[in-house]
């Protein structure tokens, strides 16, 4: 890759191009913003390595070129293919055809996409307000959601008898609720809410890395194994009583 991670290798690669488009030394100067005298002294170094000669590129000159080329092009198709290399499920809103320009976005934990001038993805298969397949350019996972835990008293100390349900209902808007107890799970009810319970953990950790906030109801008794489970996991949390 000399050819770009050194200047002197670049510019010669540019005068040897436009040399085979039949540019003469004024216009590769003019076309390159070097001045003449700059491009003399390119052309005596491209004559005394044998890639020039009369102002004309030489066999030997063409040969380097076309390796520098072709380096070049390989390292500019890994980019591609790593730019373009991930494929994820979106749900189409509207129609969408495959091949169309698509902008995808997150929502709630999942990925919705629709048509759109002001594309980051190209959809792969046809679907309308369905899943399809789409490929993003230069895919980026969403933002971590936090998680505000509501811890409630063991059964012993008062239960969910001994919460405020209109500040769980308050606290639950826009998020993924779970309850981590039975304390919880009841408290969550009263608040006229239908929080996941079995498996919550393992959904709060999920959802989180879906990039959704969660509120976790949580009886007193499991708050130290749920906050290690936090800890474990990199995610942000604060603590309400």
Known sequence: MEALTKRKDTVKLLILSLLLNGLNQRE???????????????????????FVKNYEITEKGLRWLIERIYEIHVWSENILKNLYSEKVVAIAVGRVRKGDKVRYWFDTGLIYCKVSEDYNAVALTDGENEEIL???????PPERGKVTVFVVPDVTL??????????????????????????????????????????????????????????????QSLLNDLIQTLIDEGIEYKILK
């Open 28 to 50: 590769i100067a003019r076309r390159l913003g070097l001045t003449p005298q700059a491009i003399s002294e390119y052309f005596k170094e491209l004559s005394s390595e044998g």
């Open 134 to 140: 789409i490929k993003p350019i230069a895919f980026k």
């Open 158 to 219: 008062g239960g969910s008898k001994a919460v405020d349900v209109q500040k769980i209902s308050e606290l639950a808007e826009n998020k993924v609720v779970v309850a981590l107890g039975v304390e919880a799970l009841v408290a969550c009810r009263k608040a006229s809410l239908n929080p996941v319970f079995f498996g919550a953990k393992c959904c709060c950790v999920e959802a989180v890395h879906h990039g959704c906030d969660v509120l976790v109801v949580c009886a």
